[in-house]
């Protein structure tokens, strides 16, 4: 395991909210780029090896402001409080542009939704997790949505190439090879803020079993943040 020295964030800005942090590539490449994303202070901070101290972007779009980040080929990208795919450009010059919209279309009876954008083997999706009340803890459906970047936009699907998704807090996700872990396929696994169950939303039947009972697991208040060995 390699580790990478970099400058105190809190120096930058204090205190930190709602943090988000993803890397431009693998932390042992010498051009891998840090992303952290306060959503709550709209702030980006950008730093690579070697810098002694963070670049800090305060963004202004209006009403709008990032509510997920994800990295893809090498770039970073967002999605927004209203609904649209974003590129960020970090530093000399850092902006963040808006592209296209999600349209994203809400089952019957959901009131609230959580939004993921998550990056799987070359391909960018969004997941959105809808519950029908604000402080319900149960989800009631999940949809995932690719992009094809040749039309820039996005198209709801039910295959995900045999892969999962793993869901997990402050909209944090992961995603992998469903046969190298052992599980079934297309399918997204997730946690519910006080419960002890693992969950498991087929993409191709449209429904939810409960996958992994956990008995002797303390109810928290917390989801999981997964970790994956290193592809």
Not at 151 to 179: E, H, K, M
Request: charged residues 20%.
């Amino acid at each position: 395991m390699s580790k990478k020295n970099l400058p105190s964030l809190q120096q930058e800005a204090s205190p930190v909210t709602n943090l988000t942090c993803t890397l431009s590539s693998s932390p042992t490449d010498e051009n891998c780029t840090v992303l952290c994303a306060d959503m709550g202070k709209r702030l980006l901070f950008f730093c690579q090896d070697g810098d002694r101290k963070w670049t800090l972007y305060k963004y202004n779009l209006g009403d709008n402001y990032l509510s997920n980040v994800a990295t893809y080929d090498g770039k970073f990208y967002g999605l927004t409080l209203q609904d649209n795919f974003a590129t960020i450009d970090c530093s000399p010059n850092p902006r963040i542009n808006i592209l296209e919209p999600l349209n994203i279309h809400w089952p019957v009876g959901a009131s609230t939704r959580t939004s993921y954008l998550v990056e799987s083997f070359g391909e960018m999706y969004s997941v959105d997790c809808f519950k029908r009340a604000h402080k319900s803890n149960k989800t009631t459906h999940i949809s995932v949505k690719k992009r094809d970047s040749s039309r820039q936009a996005w198209d709801t699907v039910y295959s995900i190439g045999g892969r999962v998704i793993l869901l997990g807090c402050d909209d944090s996700s992961a995603s992998w090879s469903a046969s190298e872990l052992g599980v079934k396929g297309d399918c997204i696994y997730y946690v519910e803020t006080n419960d002890k169950r693992v969950y498991c939303f087929d993409l191709e039947e449209g429904c939810t079993s409960v996958y992994m009972p956990c008995s002797r697991l303390q109810p928290s208040g917390l989801t999981p943040i997964w970790i994956l060995p290193a592809s």
